[in-house]
């Protein structure tokens, strides 16, 4: 009898240890980018963080490549709890809720820190919901924390140091209905074409300019026939850390804690590597001959407001965006 009690007592301790060492919970991270790229550094860094303040009971898989299907598969993956978070850009998401195509709008904010008040806005963070609502995927944390470009340029083969060198310039496009109406209005002659005949298509004078995020210029090899880089900030992006709500939902106080504390450093940490990787870009292209200029964006956002107001106007901008736009301007400008 005394036996069987012992057995019966150490078969539980062992369930029991069993059940702890089985506790931590796995999440799988779909993203398109490769492991060593910048961005592949923050998913790793993000992960390894993840691991560390949840005490291993957070552990997250990061499936580069695409490695877990294309776009449209992820999401559905992603919806299905199946993939927990999907790493890419909050456009995808418009599926759910079409105004937040607009969340890249371009020339319509003065700076990074205009478009990061208009991403945390009432509005902006209603169009989150609503795509929850639908789909049960939002974004994890403040959207605008994982930097992505981290900036846009115009590269040419003529110099643009101006609002006004843009004027006639003639430009690759893709096809895009806004990208190509915005740059028509600031006054480019634009062209659409692949991004994968762009090189072959300024060498050739079909174009004489692109714009692109600054990480990209140099292995695109674009700085090869345009030299001239002009910073313009375009538009701001960052990379969504989608996630499923049930699984975010199902995680412990603690572990949702942990892995929020590794979300924001993840966050700091791509802030430092994006600018360190696109200053040692401009710097080996300058060094190469690249002339590397940064614009004055305002006169770019005071010709954009027109259009957006004449575009309020005909009712093809989601209802408060002019509203939320003005809101979160700082008070000088």
Known sequence: MTIRT?????TAMALALGGTAQAETTWRMATKMPVDSPEGKVFERFSELTEEYTDGELIIDVYPNEQLGKEDAVLEQLQANIIQIYAEGFGYMKKWEPA???TSAAFAFDDFDHWQRFMESDLVTGWFDSAAEQSGVRPLGNPTRILRGPFRV????????SFEDVEGIKLRMHENKQAIQTWDHLGADVTTLPWTEVYQGISKGIVEAVNSP???VQSMRFNEVAPYIARHDEYWQSVGFMV???ALADLSDETRDGLMQAYEEAGDY?????FEVADESIAEMEEAG??????????????MRGFYEDMASSGELPEGFLEAVEETRAPSN
């Not at 791509?270 to 994006?274: A, C, E, P, R, T």
């Open 6 to 10: 012992k057995l019966t007592l150490a």
């Open 100 to 102: 937040l195509a607009w």
């Open 154 to 161: 115009m590269v040419s083969n003529t110099p643009v140091e």
């Open 214 to 216: 600054i990480a990209l």
């Open 244 to 246: 499923n709500e049930q």
């Open 270 to 274: 791509s802030q430092d590597l994006m």
């Open 290 to 303: 690249v002339t590397y200029t940064v614009l004055d964006t305002a006169p770019f956002v005071e010709s």
